[in-house]
């Protein structure tokens, strides 16, 4: 993972000390996974797969997700940027509440930090292990991947990634795969604070492209969609 040098100026002024704990004590309470059981406001990124979220997403952020096999969108992931004298990645777990007891604490224990931004990939990995995208054959998961991404030119910005959705069944996605997807972006779009940012294929036509179909649906007014 790359991150650009990010100018906030603009942001900065946008962004007084109470809206920052505002938004410090959100991201708090989605940690804890309060928002299975509330609406938190947040912002979600959404569209089908190669629909080019991973280039929106880094035109928004600074941060570039474009690693090998596309390792970011096999489950929703948080990322959480703060404005910060020394540059770190902290990479935690936040469990589905459909998970066992067991599980939930198991998962909750995850966090590893690294000081650069080489050893991203290595981290996903483990993060796929942890949720059981490899050890037990599952190709996604309903568990949330926090990403906190802190340096002295990040925005204080959240936002949710969320994965591609797909149109049908191949060899390496199944029917089950494509069903569980569509449930997890129905899932946060359906949140009455949810801000649905629609990413749309210029390669595909509208009628074609999912995502605006789920969003008409979560969202009938338009009043919580951007596209």
Do not use: W
Request: glycine content about 6%; charged content about 20%.
């Amino acid at each position: 993972m790359m991150v650009k040098h990010f100018q906030t100026d603009a942001l900065q002024e946008l962004c007084t000390d109470e809206q920052l704990d505002l938004l410090n004590s959100t991201d708090n309470l989605r940690s804890q996974g309060i928002n299975h059981y509330i609406s938190l406001p947040q912002i979600i990124v959404c569209g089908d797969q190669s629909s080019g979220k991973s280039s929106v997403l880094e035109a928004i952020s600074g941060v570039s997700f474009l690693v090998k096999s596309s390792l970011c969108t096999r489950f929703p992931t948080e990322l959480v940027l703060r404005k910060n004298v020394q540059v770190g990645v902290r990479v935690s777990i936040v469990p589905h509440h459909y998970r066992s007891d067991v599980e939930r604490e198991s998962l909750s224990r995850f966090c590893e930090e690294i000081h650069g931004f080489d050893g991203i990939s290595a981290l996903i990995d483990n993060v796929k292990v942890a949720m059981g995208i490899i050890t037990h054959g599952k190709a996604f998961s309903n568990d949330l991947l926090r990403v906190e991404v802190s340096g002295p030119d990040r925005p204080h910005l959240t936002i949710v990634d969320l994965p591609g959705l797909i149109h049908s069944e191949t060899k390496q996605q199944s029917a089950a795969d494509v069903q569980l997807v569509q449930g997890v972006v129905r899932s946060y779009m359906t949140e009455p604070r949810s801000i649905i940012l629609a990413v749309i294929s210029a390669k595909n036509d509208l009628a074609n492209q999912i995502v605006l179909k789920l969003a008409r649906d979560a969202d009938s007014s338009g009043d919580r969609t951007l596209f």
